[in-house]
């Protein structure tokens, strides 16, 4: 999510930890390209901060569970490519006790650390910003759940657009309260033995892709929404270029098969350490 911050970006969630000399502020926000966590750490000196994708903070859990149950001297360091973000996790020891380094790497933004102390007790430090990651994600949860069900009730009201009112519902809702709902400048349509009852969703990266099969007086069509944060768009394809529109596709995934086989939306691998 490289250029995530802007100005007018909504604030969702704001908390704050603070361990030993440092305070360190955990932002959720959301702008049209999606939410993401921005985690800054500030001492009386300096003021860091790394950019997290929403859908990397459970990884990043998963990180600081690892350095939490480790063996003393069995730590090892850690790269996290999400999208074109790279995050590096170094464990180091200083005068002060030992430490967590966490880096962010991408290729619009200079590369941004953040420097975690372990803690004195079990409770503090690195368990401290774990259980933080952990409610913020939570609340990641809770907002995608509100969200589906918000997208649901769009979705049986308000999309007879250029298509005309003939659009199936993905819901399972009484006839006549579908037609109740008809915006009234579209004069509901007969659509006996038209409802198909096909609705699939995707999600890729930070967008949802809605595909609705559908009919109007037109004929039948296949609707193909993306939704990307607050804003959607479709578009309309006739059923008799479905086949047509499957095999261009199925080109551009053949001989894109190579980087699709190996695009993931997450990567952890452990590498040697730094040195120091």
Do not use: C
Not at 11 to 39: A, C, M, W
Not at 68 to 82: C, I
Not at 214 to 224: K, M, S, T, W
Request: zero cysteines.
């Amino acid at each position: 999510m490289d250029n995530q911050t802007g100005g007018n970006d909504a604030e969702l969630v704001s908390k704050t930890l603070q361990v030993e000399h440092k305070l360190f502020y955990f932002d959720l926000k959301e702008n049209p390209r999606g939410r993401y966590l921005k985690i800054s750490e500030k001492t009386s000196a300096t003021r860091s901060t790394i950019i997290l994708p929403a859908n990397g903070i459970s990884w990043f859990i998963n990180l600081f569970n690892y350095y939490l149950n480790s063996d003393d001297n069995d730590f090892f360091s850690k790269e996290l490519q999400l999208d074109a973000k790279v995050f590096y996790f170094d464990v180091g020891e200083n005068r002060r006790g030992r430490f967590l380094k966490v880096s962010e790497a991408s290729m619009s933004r200079n590369r941004s650390t953040i420097i975690i102390p372990a803690g004195t007790t079990r409770d503090e430090g690195w368990a401290a910003f774990r259980n933080i990651l952990a409610e913020i994600n939570e609340t990641v949860g809770l907002f995608a759940l509100s969200n589906q069900d918000s997208e649901a009730s769009e979705r049986l009201v308000g999309l007879s657009d250029d298509v005309g009112a003939g659009f199936i519902a993905t819901l399972s809702t009484p006839q006549s309260d579908l037609n109740a709902e008809r915006p009234a400048e579209h004069p509901a349509q007969d659509e006996s033995g038209g409802n198909m009852g096909a609705s699939k969703v995707i999600r890729v990266d930070q967008k949802r892709f809605f595909f609705d099969l559908g009919n109007n007086n037109r004929g039948h069509f296949l609707r193909i929404s993306e939704v990307a944060g607050p804003d959607r768009s479709s578009i309309i394809l006739p059923l008799s270029g479905l086949k047509q529109f499957h095999e261009t596709l199925g080109h551009f995934v053949e001989i894109s098969k190579d980087k699709i086989e190996g695009m993931t939306s997450a990567n952890v691998r452990t590498v040697d350490p730094p040195q120091r």
